[in-house]
């Protein structure tokens, strides 16, 4: 089993919709939890970081981790074109990335 | 905003020749990082670097790739001898603590012919 398995997408959606990103992992050891936003040819970068189970909003994003589960999301509100983008979770303290969702969002 | 650079950009080489990626992380950063990514692939970890020596490597960091931090700013990925699968983005990261966030350079695309 992969450590991290992420949905592989692409998704498109269009402009204002509500955009839901998910993982699971397969170590319950893992504390930390960490979404990455990867513009195309550009390096990741950091959206997300939770410590262990719960939510986190920041803006029009929510993140949340569910450890019983081994599942944890990103959810985008009101999703703008400018959101398009690839989306990579990441996991424990030196980060094993998911595969990423590429989504587009339509004007 | 405080940000990792890395230099060069992209880098294209003959097979078998060495090649030198450099970085530079924030600078209050202790924990550093390489990173690699091939055309249409998952991120994967390389090394890790704290306190002038590596804290952890992956299997893919084997005994062609060497890092350093040669002075009080730089952070550089040298390849020894370059294979056609070397072929990749290459980025760095930097992180204020152990268990901080992790903040990546834009990357050197590095091409081997």
């Known amino acids: 089993q992969k450590e991290v398995e992420q949905d592989p997408g692409p998704l498109s959606v269009p402009e204002g919709a509500i955009v839901s990103l998910n993982c699971t992992y397969s170590n319950s050891a893992f504390q930390y939890f960490m979404w990455y936003r990867q513009y195309s040819r550009k390096g990741p970068e950091l959206l997300m970081y939770?410590?262990?189970?719960g939510n986190k909003e920041d803006g029009r994003f929510t993140a949340q981790v569910d450890k019983s589960s081994k599942y944890i999301s990103l959810f985008i509100r009101d999703s703008q074109p400018s959101d398009s983008a690839t989306y990579l979770c990441?996991?424990?303290?030196?980060?094993?990335f998911g595969s990423g969702t590429q989504l587009t969002v339509l004007p | 905003e405080p940000e990792v650079t890395q230099t060069p950009s992209h880098q294209v080489t003959q097979m078998g020749q060495e090649v030198i990626l450099r970085c530079v992380p924030i600078s209050n950063h202790l924990y550093f990082y390489w990173y690699r990514q091939i055309l249409g692939q998952k991120v994967e970890f390389l090394v890790s670097?704290?306190?002038?020596?590596?804290?952890?490597k992956s299997e893919i960091f084997d005994d062609q790739f060497s890092v350093e931090r040669p002075d009080g700013s730089n952070f550089t990925l040298k390849i020894r001898s370059t294979k056609l699968e070397d072929s990749a983005m290459y980025f760095c990261?930097?992180?204020?603590?152990?268990?901080?966030?992790?903040?990546f350079g834009e990357g050197s695309r590095l091409t081997v012919l």
């Open positions: 990261a930097s992180s204020e603590r152990r268990t901080g966030e992790l903040f």
């Open positions: 990441a996991v424990s303290r030196q980060l094993t």
């Open positions: 939770t410590y262990s189970s």
């Open positions: 670097f704290y306190n002038n020596e590596i804290s952890e």
